[in-house]
């Protein structure tokens, strides 16, 4: 899967890829130039697409940016004692919202500029993927809904500003969104997190996420 400017997905069946396969794949981007900044996969498929896609170059190199946790969710358990209620976002919150994606690809080593934050957040907005939770009235977290297939959908840009942090508003705010998307129609769903981030392990893993297996994520340049 391509999702540039942003990582390229490896997906395999049977989390497993054999050197062959990715040195295939590494051969064909290169065939037809196509720039890989980055890539995300499970740790043998990373691996092995990595070393092949910097022998395409002589000049280019790797450098590991996260360790990652896929996690699935098919019921959710829900925060309890937590004020608020969980709205889509709207052009009336693009006042705080590209500082609040900025302020998340910081902490994750994304690293993108505020205004493509702010294009980021209209896209979110006109699709209507986007997530806030209010609180007494003010908006404190945000979380969005990508990736979605025949069968399940994934939970990303999950962000509370720091001054925010530890009242509980993002445990709610994907306890809720991750309770929508089933009430959709999705079978289950899905969400990374960061292994360097004990904190939002254990809250995904409360809420009803279980551990699937460990992603890796490779910049190149």
């Not at 994750?108 to 209507?128: C, P, V």
């Amino acid at each position: 899967m391509l999702i540039p400017p942003y990582s390229m997905l490896m997906l395999e069946k049977n989390e497993e890829i054999s050197d062959e396969a990715a040195k295939l794949i590494a051969d064909y981007l290169n065939s037809i130039q196509y720039a890989v900044p980055k890539v995300m996969a499970s740790k043998s498929a990373g691996l092995a697409f990595a070393h092949h896609w910097t022998g395409t170059s002589p000049v280019l190199r790797k450098r590991v940016t996260m360790d990652l946790r896929l996690y699935t969710l098919k019921n959710v358990s829900h925060p309890t004692g937590l004020e608020g209620t969980m709205r889509k976002a709207t052009e009336q919150d693009l006042p705080f919202l590209p500082d609040w994606i900025v302020g998340m690809t910081d902490e994750t080593n994304q690293l993108i500029s505020r205004k493509e934050a702010e294009n980021y957040a209209l896209e979110r907005i006109g699709t209507g993927s986007l997530y806030i939770w209010e609180s007494k009235g003010k908006p404190v977290s945000m979380a969005a809904k990508t990736r979605p297939n025949i069968k399940g959908a994934s939970v990303n840009l999950v962000y509370t500003p720091k001054n925010l942090r530890g009242k509980g508003y993002a445990s709610a705010l994907v306890a809720a969104l991750s309770q929508h998307l089933l009430d959709s129609g999705f079978e289950f769903c899905t969400l990374f997190t960061d292994l360097a981030n004990p904190t939002s392990n254990k809250i995904y893993q409360n809420i009803g996420y279980a551990p699937v297996c460990d992603y890796i994520e490779y910049k190149f340049g």
